[in-house]
């Protein structure tokens, strides 16, 4: 009895603080607001969409619905906003731009190579890597596809790294550089759930234990697109999105649980 009156406690708080952050996604919180100049030549490789909503004093309201999740936004600004830039990334030194409409079709394309190496929704999939191009399609992928993310801290070692992927149950898991790998490439017999280890582009991994990006996308060349728009209409706002760690600075880091409402 004293259990079920916890749970219920639990369950009581989580949704009082879910429905807090929901009304104030919603509306403008002046206290929050922080108009400040900012140097212009810094902003100028940024849509002017995001600064006028993120950047100073912006109101959100008008780019979320009732209902609306992560993957509702990348959706509904592909069909809006085509060919829009959704991001930038330097190539042998020039900015090359990805639009919104094919931002959406490459977070189709890393999905098919999930439905391919067989991680199911409801599994997990780990990012151990720094922020970049790869991380973001693996994370939206991981989302669409209804698989659970969860962010391994990229300065995490061995020993943080391991708790991570074994407490997140963690069965692909991207890494962006050789020195990610060298940390749990010698701890993998103690991650029985890993699977599949996949490299983001440009990270030099000479393992037969890893996939290249390359060879990651091509294997999901036969999986229809089809089938991860079935997985993401699946998707419940309310059901396990993302695993945010704590830092483990008094110990072992703990996972918070994210919502697709909220991811």
């Not at 030549?41 to 619905?65: F, M, N, T």
């Amino acid at each position: 009895m004293e259990s079920i009156e916890s749970d219920s406690t639990a369950m009581s708080s989580e949704a009082a603080v879910r429905d807090r952050y929901s009304a104030a996604a919603l509306e403008r919180e002046v206290a929050l607001c922080c108009p400040v100049d900012y140097a212009p030549e810094y902003l100028k490789a940024i849509p002017q969409a995001v600064l006028d909503r993120d950047y100073g004093c912006g109101d959100p309201s008008r780019y979320v619905r009732p209902g609306d999740t992560v993957l509702d936004f990348l959706d509904n600004r592909a069909a809006k906003t085509p060919n829009k830039s959704a991001y930038r990334t330097k190539v042998d030194g020039v900015w090359q731009t990805t639009s919104y409409a094919e931002y959406a079709k490459q977070v189709t394309e890393v999905g098919k190579s999930m439905v391919a190496l067989g991680v199911e929704p409801g599994e997990t999939g780990a990012l151990f890597a720094n922020n970049g191009p790869n991380w973001n399609l693996f994370y939206m992928a991981l989302l669409k596809n209804g698989i659970v993310a969860a962010g391994v801290y990229p300065f995490a070692d061995t020993e943080k790294a391991k708790h991570m992927l074994n407490l997140s149950e963690a069965k692909v898991v991207l890494v962006d550089g050789v020195d990610k790998w060298n940390l749990i490439k010698d701890e993998l017999h103690n991650m029985p759930n890993v699977k599949h280890i996949v490299a983001a582009e440009g990270a030099k991994i000479d393992d037969d234990r890893v996939m290249s990006w390359k060879d990651f996308l091509a294997a999901g060349k036969d999986v229809s697109a089809s089938a991860i728009e079935e997985r993401a209409a699946a998707v419940k706002p309310d059901q396990v999105a993302q695993l945010v760690f704590t830092s483990g600075t008094t110990g072992d880091p703990k996972a918070v649980v994210l919502r697709p409402a909220g991811a």
